[in-house]
Protein backbone atom coordinates (compact mmCIF):
# COMPACT_ATOMS: atom_id res chain seq x y z
CA UNK A 1 0.00 0.00 0.00
CA UNK A 2 1.18 3.06 -1.15
CA UNK A 3 2.07 6.28 0.97
CA UNK A 4 -1.00 8.29 -0.81
CA UNK A 5 -3.41 5.43 0.07
CA UNK A 6 -2.45 5.43 3.34
CA UNK A 7 -2.65 9.20 4.36
CA UNK A 8 -6.25 9.22 1.97
CA UNK A 9 -7.57 6.39 3.64
CA UNK A 10 -8.54 7.49 6.70
CA UNK A 11 -10.40 10.37 5.32
CA UNK A 12 -12.46 8.38 3.08
CA UNK A 13 -13.83 6.84 5.57
CA UNK A 14 -14.81 10.02 7.19
CA UNK A 15 -16.71 10.92 4.38
CA UNK A 16 -18.66 7.52 4.16
CA UNK A 17 -19.40 7.91 7.54
CA UNK A 18 -21.93 11.16 6.73
CA UNK A 19 -24.12 7.93 5.09
CA UNK A 20 -26.16 6.71 7.83
CA UNK A 21 -30.11 4.97 8.04
CA UNK A 22 -33.27 7.09 8.06
CA UNK A 23 -34.16 10.56 6.76
CA UNK A 24 -32.77 14.10 7.31
CA UNK A 25 -34.22 15.00 10.65
CA UNK A 26 -36.22 18.28 11.25
CA UNK A 27 -33.36 20.87 10.75
CA UNK A 28 -35.49 23.12 8.16
CA UNK A 29 -37.46 24.51 11.51
CA UNK A 30 -33.73 25.56 12.93
CA UNK A 31 -32.94 27.61 9.56
CA UNK A 32 -32.22 31.33 10.46
CA UNK A 33 -35.39 33.48 9.70
CA UNK A 34 -34.76 37.30 9.30
CA UNK A 35 -31.02 36.72 7.83
CA UNK A 36 -29.04 39.34 6.61
CA UNK A 37 -27.61 38.32 3.39
CA UNK A 38 -25.03 41.37 3.17
CA UNK A 39 -23.86 40.71 6.66
CA UNK A 40 -23.30 37.52 5.94
CA UNK A 41 -21.03 37.86 2.55
CA UNK A 42 -17.01 37.56 2.92
CA UNK A 43 -14.68 35.55 4.11
CA UNK A 44 -15.26 32.67 6.43
CA UNK A 45 -12.86 30.11 7.71
CA UNK A 46 -14.19 26.23 7.84
CA UNK A 47 -13.13 25.17 11.13
CA UNK A 48 -14.99 21.90 11.64
CA UNK A 49 -16.75 19.68 9.46
CA UNK A 50 -18.17 16.49 8.14
CA UNK A 51 -15.79 15.67 5.69
CA UNK A 52 -17.13 16.00 2.48
CA UNK A 53 -16.18 14.18 -1.13
CA UNK A 54 -15.07 16.92 -2.75
CA UNK A 55 -12.71 18.28 0.34
CA UNK A 56 -11.22 14.80 1.33
CA UNK A 57 -8.06 15.85 3.50
CA UNK A 58 -8.36 19.26 2.49
CA UNK A 59 -6.46 21.53 5.03
CA UNK A 60 -6.78 25.87 5.26
CA UNK A 61 -10.08 25.47 3.84
CA UNK A 62 -11.92 29.13 3.34
CA UNK A 63 -15.21 30.40 1.98
CA UNK A 64 -15.50 34.05 0.19
CA UNK A 65 -19.13 35.01 -0.14
CA UNK A 66 -19.97 38.01 -2.68
CA UNK A 67 -23.35 39.52 -3.50
CA UNK A 68 -23.96 39.97 -7.15
CA UNK A 69 -26.98 40.17 -9.78
CA UNK A 70 -27.16 38.80 -12.80
CA UNK A 71 -28.73 39.90 -15.92
CA UNK A 72 -32.33 39.84 -15.12
CA UNK A 73 -31.72 42.03 -11.75
CA UNK A 74 -32.00 38.96 -9.52
CA UNK A 75 -30.08 38.53 -6.56
CA UNK A 76 -26.80 36.01 -6.08
CA UNK A 77 -23.96 34.89 -4.69
CA UNK A 78 -20.40 34.44 -5.99
CA UNK A 79 -19.02 31.46 -3.89
CA UNK A 80 -15.33 31.02 -4.16
CA UNK A 81 -14.24 28.23 -1.82
CA UNK A 82 -10.15 27.65 -1.72
CA UNK A 83 -8.14 25.11 0.59
CA UNK A 84 -4.80 23.08 0.99
CA UNK A 85 -5.07 19.57 -0.66
CA UNK A 86 -3.64 16.28 0.83
CA UNK A 87 -1.10 16.34 -2.18
CA UNK A 88 0.41 20.28 -1.43
CA UNK A 89 -1.31 21.88 -4.23
CA UNK A 90 -4.20 24.87 -3.64
CA UNK A 91 -7.71 24.27 -5.29
CA UNK A 92 -10.41 26.56 -5.91
CA UNK A 93 -13.51 26.14 -6.73
CA UNK A 94 -15.91 28.63 -7.74
CA UNK A 95 -19.70 28.40 -7.59
CA UNK A 96 -22.84 30.58 -7.26
CA UNK A 97 -26.00 30.80 -4.72
CA UNK A 98 -29.42 31.21 -5.56
CA UNK A 99 -31.23 32.17 -2.96
CA UNK A 100 -35.77 32.55 -3.20
CA UNK A 101 -35.78 34.78 -0.29
CA UNK A 102 -32.92 36.88 1.20
CA UNK A 103 -34.33 36.90 4.53
CA UNK A 104 -33.93 32.80 5.02
CA UNK A 105 -30.85 31.70 5.57
CA UNK A 106 -31.59 28.90 2.65
CA UNK A 107 -29.64 28.56 -0.71
CA UNK A 108 -29.13 26.68 -3.51
CA UNK A 109 -25.04 26.57 -4.00
CA UNK A 110 -23.82 24.78 -7.17
CA UNK A 111 -20.23 24.41 -8.56
CA UNK A 112 -19.74 23.27 -12.03
CA UNK A 113 -16.75 22.41 -12.50
CA UNK A 114 -16.16 20.22 -9.02
CA UNK A 115 -17.42 17.53 -9.93
CA UNK A 116 -19.40 16.68 -6.90
CA UNK A 117 -22.69 14.46 -7.72
CA UNK A 118 -23.97 15.19 -4.09
CA UNK A 119 -25.25 18.27 -4.18
CA UNK A 120 -27.53 17.00 -7.16
CA UNK A 121 -29.01 14.57 -5.01
CA UNK A 122 -31.00 17.85 -3.65
CA UNK A 123 -33.57 19.75 -5.21
CA UNK A 124 -34.03 23.13 -4.21
CA UNK A 125 -31.77 24.84 -1.38
CA UNK A 126 -28.92 22.67 -0.27
CA UNK A 127 -27.18 25.13 2.00
CA UNK A 128 -28.73 25.96 5.08
CA UNK A 129 -27.71 28.14 8.00
CA UNK A 130 -28.82 27.44 11.60
CA UNK A 131 -27.46 29.80 13.35
CA UNK A 132 -24.92 33.02 12.76
CA UNK A 133 -23.47 35.50 14.32
CA UNK A 134 -22.27 37.62 11.61
CA UNK A 135 -19.18 38.98 13.11
CA UNK A 136 -18.02 35.61 14.51
CA UNK A 137 -19.18 32.56 13.71
CA UNK A 138 -22.04 30.14 11.36
CA UNK A 139 -23.54 26.89 11.32
CA UNK A 140 -24.21 25.66 7.94
CA UNK A 141 -25.95 22.04 7.30
CA UNK A 142 -27.28 19.98 4.20
CA UNK A 143 -28.69 16.71 4.06
CA UNK A 144 -29.75 14.78 1.21
CA UNK A 145 -32.15 11.85 1.44
CA UNK A 146 -31.50 8.49 0.44
CA UNK A 147 -34.98 6.59 0.42
CA UNK A 148 -33.89 4.48 3.13
CA UNK A 149 -30.35 6.55 4.07
CA UNK A 150 -29.48 10.00 4.59
CA UNK A 151 -26.34 11.80 3.51
CA UNK A 152 -25.11 14.69 5.77
CA UNK A 153 -22.41 17.82 5.64
CA UNK A 154 -21.69 20.51 7.83
CA UNK A 155 -19.58 23.07 8.38
CA UNK A 156 -18.53 25.34 11.42
CA UNK A 157 -17.86 28.54 9.86
CA UNK A 158 -15.68 31.60 11.72
CA UNK A 159 -14.19 34.81 10.82
CA UNK A 160 -10.83 33.68 12.77
CA UNK A 161 -8.81 30.79 12.24
CA UNK A 162 -10.39 29.37 15.27
CA UNK A 163 -13.46 28.65 16.75
CA UNK A 164 -14.18 29.10 20.46
CA UNK A 165 -15.13 25.43 22.62
CA UNK A 166 -18.46 27.26 23.83
CA UNK A 167 -19.26 27.72 20.04
CA UNK A 168 -18.40 24.66 18.49
CA UNK A 169 -20.57 22.88 21.88
CA UNK A 170 -23.41 24.95 20.89
CA UNK A 171 -23.10 23.74 17.07
CA UNK A 172 -23.10 20.32 18.37
CA UNK A 173 -26.03 20.70 20.10
CA UNK A 174 -27.79 22.27 17.57
CA UNK A 175 -27.46 19.05 15.30
CA UNK A 176 -27.88 16.43 17.90
CA UNK A 177 -31.62 18.46 18.35
CA UNK A 178 -32.55 16.95 15.01
CA UNK A 179 -30.94 13.57 15.18
CA UNK A 180 -27.67 14.34 13.18
CA UNK A 181 -24.75 12.03 14.80
CA UNK A 182 -22.14 14.54 15.34
CA UNK A 183 -19.18 11.63 15.57
CA UNK A 184 -17.89 12.22 12.25
CA UNK A 185 -17.14 15.59 13.29
CA UNK A 186 -13.82 16.50 11.53
CA UNK A 187 -11.49 19.52 12.74
CA UNK A 188 -9.65 21.45 9.61
CA UNK A 189 -6.09 22.71 10.44
CA UNK A 190 -6.08 26.57 9.35
CA UNK A 191 -2.21 26.68 9.74
CA UNK A 192 -1.15 28.41 6.44
CA UNK A 193 0.02 31.88 5.99
CA UNK A 194 -1.98 35.04 4.59
CA UNK A 195 -1.14 35.37 0.56
CA UNK A 196 -0.92 32.01 -0.09
CA UNK A 197 -4.27 31.03 -0.87
CA UNK A 198 -4.72 33.33 -4.25
CA UNK A 199 -5.88 36.34 -1.70
CA UNK A 200 -4.91 39.47 -0.43
CA UNK A 201 -7.02 41.00 2.43
CA UNK A 202 -10.62 40.89 1.82
CA UNK A 203 -9.45 41.12 -2.20
CA UNK A 204 -9.76 38.03 -3.91
CA UNK A 205 -8.73 36.51 -7.59
CA UNK A 206 -11.33 36.00 -9.35
CA UNK A 207 -10.36 35.93 -12.67
CA UNK A 208 -11.25 32.64 -13.26
CA UNK A 209 -14.87 33.02 -12.44
CA UNK A 210 -16.96 32.30 -15.50
CA UNK A 211 -20.16 34.30 -15.43
Known amino acids: MNFDLLY?????????????????????????RDFDLPSYAGLWYETYTYAAPFQIASTCVTAHYTID???????FVRVNNTGLEWNGEWRTELGAA?????????LRVDFPDSGSEIS????????????????????VYSCADLKFAKYEMTWFLSREKTLSEDVRDQFIAILESFGSKTQQLKWTDQVCEKGDQGWDGDEWDNEDWDN
Not at 69 to 75: F, I, P
Not at 98 to 106: F, L, M, P, R, S
Request: hydrophobic share 35%; net charge negative; glycine share 10%.
Open 69 to 75: TDESGNT
Open 98 to 106: QIEDVTVGA
Open 120 to 139: NLLSGPNYHVLDVDYTSHAL
Open 8 to 32: LLPNILHVLRNFSWGGCGDYKDVVV
